[in-house]
């Protein structure tokens, strides 16, 4: 549900903050005062078309925003959803999701779960067909559920199956041209031999090689230092040691540790004078492990960032060519898989097709029964359903709502009525039977009392009432009978001020409210419009 609705700059609207409850919230006023563009914003919060030119008159940008209480929602933090667009006279827009950055698309796929707008010129998610199968789903429940899930998997599989039967490698020329192709590249990574610890090693070997020189010179001044100095100065200090060593506990101490040391250093001198002679690389090893690095950079280039991703590839190429080989068995393996899963779809979209036919008929007569409570006693209601030969998301069935307002017209698709009255009531009752699996917790309706009077306007007013028990629903009208319906009622006005015009709203108080019904029912707040206005809220 709304809880915040801020709105800066639209049209005749300067800096508007509206606070939102529960229920059935009604908004009445002028005319003018700025009402559809309060709904206005709320569509384009919901990805509708943002045009540069409802920027208030000498405003360089305009924006708006919204919190919605979404305690069930992936993208809520805290309960709540914060969504807010902005568009300057430059063209430069934007649309944000909890303060983050998203596409249009993204704002309207989100917003769709959590609003539905309902106009005189609309399209709502209710008249768009390929919707029609969900709604009816949502009203069949857990019932069909699994069935819909096991489809759904198996349907993936065979779409999943269906590509790779495709992938036929053309013609046989194509077919014999992949498989040269694949057998010249396993044979070049197999005939490398390749080991996944030896390009390490060889590298760190080539890299001594390249430092031939250096190391021969620097490991000869060592070995010289070692052997003709260290050892000698360490060997005369043990000497002289050796001479004290009975003077004192602590000569003897450090005797044993300059012994330890000269056999340390003697062990590290002959190391050093081994890694001196091993310096020298003769050309024919250099050659060797500079052409052998030579070819792995070769295969990394072709095959892989890596000798484990060259070899991987090699397992891959291997499984391919054993593929294009074996390709009748292959496909007929496939083919095999296909018949299965196409037998088994079958089996359970003909088991849910007989449960939507079920479930069609009762919808069709609840919703029959809302429209003539709605003053439509001619008007039926049906849910077509057809079958098509290809598998869909849903089985083998298409679903669209058909309606008939007048004795003796044909049944119609829903979204094919003209008149605004009759779809404002069709879309009530429909809204009103799938109040109960309807994920949309809000529901808005701009003046959608357009057509309606007397007990046709109280039906709705009272339909409404009941939508309101399970979602928000914020209405514009005109009608005193809906108005007396409301749970909160706020009043839109304009006021002029240094030649510029303001809009105005306010939550108005029951006495407030019992005046306000007066006012739009005779057009003037007296005695006898109050007691009328008091009767209707004592109606409703």
Same mark, same amino acid.
Not at 71 to 85: G, H, L, M, V
Not at 147 to 176: F, I, P, V
Not at 286 to 312: A, C
Not at 492 to 508: A, G, M, V
């Given at each position: ?8 700059n ?5 800096d508007?903050?509206i606070d ?8 009445t ?9 309060i709904?206005?914003?709320l ?8 045009p ?6 000498g405003e360089s940008y305009?924006?708006?925003?919204a919190?919605?209480?979404c ?12 969504i807010s667009?902005?568009?300057?006279s430059?063209?430069?827009s934007?649309c ?7 596409t249009?698309?993204e704002l ?6 959590v609003i ?15 919707k029609?199968?969900s709604?009816?789903?949502?009203f069949i ?13 198996k %349907?993936k ?5 269906k590509? &790779?039967?495709?992938?036929? #490698? +053309? /013609?046989?020329? =194509?077919? *014999? ?10 044979e ?10 030896e390009?390490?090693?060889?590298e760190e ?6 430092n031939?020189?250096?190391?021969k ?5 060592i ?19 050796e001479?004290?060593?009975?003077c004192g506990?602590?000569?003897?101490e450090?005797?044993n ?10 062990e ?7 890694m001196?002679?091993n310096?020298?690389f ?5 050659n060797k492990?500079?052409?052998?690095l030579?070819?792995?950079?070769? %295969?990394?280039?072709?095959?892989g960032?890596t000798? &484990?991703?060259?070899?991987? #590839? +090699? /397992?891959?190429? =291997?499984? *391919?060519?054993h ?19 196409k037998?088994?779809?079958k ?9 939507r ?8 007569e609840?919703?029959?029964?809302q ?16 079958e098509?030969a290809n598998?869909?998301?849903?089985g083998?069935?298409?679903?669209e709502?058909?309606?008939?307002t007048?004795?003796g017209?044909?049944?119609k698709?829903?979204t094919k009525?003209a008149?605004?009255?009759e779809?404002?009531?069709i879309?009530l ?13 809000t529901l808005?309706?701009?003046?959608i ?6 007990k ?5 007013? =009272?339909?409404m009432k ?7 629903v ?11 319906k ?10 002029t001020?240094?030649n510029?015009t303001y809009?105005n709203?306010?939550q108005?108080n029951e006495?407030e409210t019992i005046?306000e ?9 007296t005695e ?10 004592r109606a409703?």
């Amino acid at each position: 549900m709304i809880t915040t609705l801020h709105i800066q700059n639209i049209g005749i609207i300067d800096d508007l903050s509206i606070d939102f409850n529960e229920g059935f919230n009604v908004l009445t006023g002028e005319t003018g005062a700025g009402k559809t563009l309060i709904i206005g914003s709320l569509s384009i919060l919901a990805g509708g078309r943002f045009p540069k030119e409802m920027i208030r008159n000498g405003e360089s940008y305009s924006f708006m925003e919204a919190n919605f209480y979404c305690p069930n929602n992936e993208k809520a933090i805290d309960d709540n959803i914060i969504i807010s667009r902005e568009i300057h006279s430059n063209g430069r827009s934007s649309c944000k999701i909890n303060g983050r950055l998203v596409t249009v698309n993204e704002l309207k796929e989100l917003m769709s779960e959590v609003i539905d707008i309902h106009g005189q010129h609309d399209s709502q998610l209710i008249l768009n067909p390929t919707k029609h199968i969900s709604y009816l789903d949502s009203f069949i429940g857990k019932e069909i559920e699994k069935d819909l899930s096991d489809y759904r998997e198996k %349907l993936k599989e065979y779409k999943s199956l269906k590509q &790779e039967l495709k992938n036929t #490698y +053309g /013609e046989e020329k =194509e077919k *014999e041209r992949r498989l040269d192709l694949l057998c010249y590249q396993l044979e070049e990574i197999e005939s490398a031999k390749l080991n996944k610890t030896e390009e390490a090693e060889l590298e760190e070997k080539h890299k001594r090689m390249q430092n031939a020189e250096k190391l021969k010179e620097n490991l000869a001044q060592i070995d010289n230092e070692l052997n003709e100095n260290a050892i000698g100065a360490i060997s005369n200090a043990i000497r002289s040691l050796e001479k004290i060593q009975d003077c004192g506990k602590e000569y003897n101490e450090k005797l044993n540790i300059l012994k330890s040391s000269y056999y340390d250093i003697q062990e590290l001198a002959r190391d050093f004078s081994d890694m001196k002679e091993n310096v020298d690389f003769d050309d024919d090893e250099r050659n060797k492990i500079e052409s052998r690095l030579d070819l792995i950079y070769s %295969l990394k280039r072709k095959y892989g960032n890596t000798i &484990e991703e060259i070899l991987v #590839y +090699g /397992e891959k190429i =291997e499984e *391919e060519i054993h593929k294009i080989e074996n390709l009748d068995e292959y496909h007929t393996k496939i083919k095999k898989q296909l018949e299965k899963l196409k037998e088994q779809m079958k089996e359970i979209a003909t088991r849910m097709h007989q449960l939507r036919k079920q479930s069609a008929k009762i919808l069709a007569e609840k919703i029959n029964g809302q429209l003539k409570e709605l003053e439509m006693q001619s008007a039926k209601f049906e849910v077509q359903i057809l079958e098509e030969a290809n598998f869909n998301e849903n089985g083998t069935d298409i679903i669209e709502f058909m309606i008939c307002t007048n004795v003796g017209e044909g049944m119609k698709p829903l979204t094919k009525i003209a008149s605004g009255g009759e779809m404002a009531r069709i879309m009530l009752a429909i809204k009103n039977v799938l109040a109960d699996v309807d994920a949309v917790g809000t529901l808005v309706f701009d003046e959608i009392d357009t057509g309606i009077s007397g007990k046709a306007g109280q039906a709705v007013g =009272e339909k409404m009432k009941e939508i309101a028990q399970n979602h928000q629903v914020i209405c514009i009208t005109h009608l005193p009978a809906i108005a007396a319906k409301g749970d909160y009622n706020y009043y839109i006005h304009k006021q002029t001020k240094e030649n510029k015009t303001y809009t105005n709203i306010r939550q108005l108080n029951e006495e407030e409210t019992i005046e306000e019904i007066a006012r739009i029912s005779s057009g003037e707040i007296t005695e006898i419009a109050k007691a009328h206005a008091r009767e209707l809220r004592r109606a409703s």
